[in-house]
Nanobody, 124 residues
């Protein structure tokens, strides 16, 4: 039922910014939405998430640099990424899961619905 399509990835120099978008459909207000990333040879990791009440959580590695938000009118999830570092280079995915509390929202295996991903490359 839920469909997610990411966009906005690209290449940026260290210290730069990018905003990722995730066009969402088929979900209800009970869904938690999250951003995840996976670099080659590494496990997928949670980056940021927002639950149905608007509560957010972030990975320690991105706190203070990334901001997750959603525009209900546009049915779009965003990830504003500032002060990007080379270690942020990865494929970024958005995901959705119903009735997921924010305390568990950075665990990839909690999510059932996934987008196709968008590549973010940060050069030094």
């Amino acid at each position: 039922q839920v469909q997610l399509v990411e966009s906005g990835g690209g290449s940026v120099q260290s210290g730069g910014s990018l905003t990722l978008s995730c066009a969402a459909s088929g979900y209800t207000y009970s869904y938690c939405l999250g951003w995840f990333r996976q670099a080659p040879g590494k496990e997928r990791e949670g980056v940021a998430a927002i639950d149905s009440d608007g509560s957010t959580t972030y990975a320690d590695s991105v706190k203070g640099r990334f901001t997750i938000s959603q525009d209900n009118a546009k049915n779009t999830l965003y990830l504003q990424m500032n002060s990007l570092k080379p270690e942020d280079t990865a494929m970024y995915y958005c995901a959705a899961e119903e009735f997921l509390p924010v305390v568990a929202a950075l665990r990839p295996n909690e999510y059932y619905y996934w987008g196709q991903g968008t590549q973010v490359t940060v050069s030094s």
